[in-house]
């Protein structure tokens, strides 16, 4: 089955830093999602994005579906942004395979 | 546009009881997936439903089921609940059953635990 990466694991920046959370997947996409979990569990959609480049504010992503990557980059990081982000593939039995997820701490 | 409800959001159960989960989909979105979500296990898929139809189900014991109704609102039991079913239950909607277009939106969560 589809084998989903993240990294890194865990991340620590102070305010107002930028940082860049990779995915690796294993297997051709049509399907892929970026998550922010918050501290109270709610996933909060922040891109779908099989293929190419989408921002929203000091959010962007890009996908490079040739080479099975995503990257979801974060600017001028706020305190809000704390938590842990997801990037999830759907497969051919239309279930998401989930990565185990980037845990990150904005520091004030 | 609601997004997608979920109830209870809490609820503590004993041993050996069961439990019913229930899922309100975004309006005019017809399929629904499960997720169970633990520390040790991360996210995990259940089932998924689409026009009442059980179209996919995860590797879960049969104590897990689950059920949609023609208005697309969904419900997931436990039955004879063990320590390890304590988790965050994720529900999620979406327009479309696969294809491109099947962007999913998930519920707050109903957080289950078991004593």
């Known amino acids: 089955g589809i084998q989903v990466e993240q990294s890194p694991p865990d991340l620590i920046l102070q305010e107002g830093a930028n940082s860049t959370l990779r995915c690796n997947f294993s297997?051709?996409?049509?399907?892929l999602q970026w998550f922010h979990q918050n501290p109270w569990g709610q996933l909060i959609n922040l891109f779908y994005?099989?293929?190419?480049?989408k921002q929203n504010g000091r959010l962007s992503a890009t996908t490079v579906a040739t080479e099975r990557y995503s990257l979801l980059y974060i600017s001028s990081s706020q305190t809000t942004d704390s938590g842990v982000y997801f990037c999830a593939l759907m497969d051919s039995n239309y279930q998401l395979i989930w990565g185990a997820g980037t845990k990150l701490i904005i520091k004030p | 546009k609601a997004g997608v409800t979920q109830t209870p959001r809490y609820l503590i159960k004993t041993r050996g009881q069961q439990v019913t989960l229930s899922c309100s989909p975004i309006?005019?979105?017809?399929?629904v997936s499960w997720y169970q979500q633990t520390p040790g296990q991360g996210l995990q898929f259940l089932f998924e439903?689409?026009?009442?139809?059980?179209?996919n189900k995860g590797n879960f014991p049969g104590r897990f089921s689950g059920r949609q109704f023609s208005n697309s609102r969904s419900e997931m039991n436990v039955s004879t609940l063990e320590l390890g079913d304590s988790a965050l239950y994720l529900c999620?909607?979406?327009?479309?059953?696969?294809?491109?277009?099947?962007?999913?939106?998930f519920g707050p969560g109903t957080r289950l635990t078991v004593l």
């Open positions: 999620a909607s979406s327009q479309l059953q696969g294809g491109p277009g099947n962007e999913q939106f």
């Open positions: 994005i099989p293929s190419g480049t």
């Open positions: 309006s005019g979105h017809r399929s």
């Open positions: 439903y689409f026009s009442e139809t059980q179209r």
């Open positions: 297997d051709s996409v049509n399907n």
